[in-house]
């Protein structure tokens, strides 16, 4: 009997208290106002998740940043020794449309002397002797260089010939023209150099690209001569895999007899 009366207490509970712990209730109340604490943990969580995708992103977008400066740095440093192999080290050399800088500023370290550098912009990235270039005339006097370099530049002028009479104008006898420029030779350089057109048309104005034969005639309808030409590969820039071609030119010794015609 005894037994009995003791399982019957250990199985029934005291009135008013249940036998497994009571759930927190789900909703609380936190200065007047309901709280949910499940909806508050989830959305502490998607906050944090957030946060860490943010600086996930932040931090691909700074080493893309970085790698694309350096991919600059580099073709500007690979464009500069090649420029420099034909320019006697010491010579004063400007950049016409220098761009970020980056060249001038190589260059200027592999000649041995600044490199002056314009263009249309208010300042390049690069710590060079920048001016800043109307599009008509080089701010520069008269026979004041001996060597211009022109880097992918002239496809971009709305007066090809006006630019090359202000490289006239400012080499000194001897001097020589660096130049550098896409050609449309196939389909593939047609389609590279129609798709380079629409993203810089807005800033620049229309694109023009000539073939070969088309920039020798324009050279010597100006009085130059060219002393050296050959084309490069056009995969040395895989974002922009289009034929090229590098030009030495120098005023020809009629033009320089009589620059203005005799």
């Not at 936190?30 to 998607?46: I, K, P, Q, V």
């Not at 400007?94 to 060249?103: A, M, P, S, T, Y």
């Not at 314009?118 to 270039?133: F, K, N, P, T």
Request: aromatic share 10%.
């Amino acid at each position: 009997m005894m037994s009995q009366t003791i399982s019957s207490a250990q199985s029934d509970p005291e009135p008013g208290f249940s036998a497994q712990t009571p759930r927190p209730p789900r909703h609380l109340l936190r200065g007047g106002e309901s709280y949910d604490s499940e909806g508050f943990t989830a959305e502490r969580t998607l906050g944090r998740r957030r946060e860490l995708f943010d600086c996930v992103v932040g931090a691909l977008k700074r080493r893309w940043a970085r790698e694309q400066r350096r991919r600059k740095v580099g073709r500007a440093y690979d464009m500069a020794l090649e420029i420099a192999r034909v320019i006697p080290r010491g010579s004063e050399v400007l950049d016409v449309g220098c761009g970020n800088g980056f060249i001038a500023h190589q260059l200027s370290a592999m000649l041995g002397r600044s490199v002056i550098g314009i263009d249309l912009g208010s300042g390049a990235e690069a710590a060079i002797d920048y001016r800043q270039y109307d599009g008509a005339r080089f701010p520069a006097p008269d026979k004041s260089f001996d060597a211009v370099t022109l880097c992918y530049v002239l496809h971009h002028a709305q007066d090809v010939p006006i630019v090359l009479s202000e490289i006239s104008r400012v080499l000194r006898d001897g001097g020589l023209a660096v130049i550098y420029e896409d050609i449309p030779q196939t389909r593939w350089d047609r389609g590279v150099c129609w798709i380079h057109n629409l993203q810089w048309h807005g800033r620049t104005g229309p694109c023009t690209f000539r073939l070969e034969s088309e920039w020798r005639t324009l050279f010597r309808s100006v009085g130059f001569e060219i002393v050296s030409e050959r084309s490069l590969s056009r995969w040395r820039n895989l974002t922009h895999p289009v034929s090229r071609r590098f030009y030495v030119l120098k005023q020809s010794s009629i033009y320089r007899a009589c620059p203005k015609g005799c």
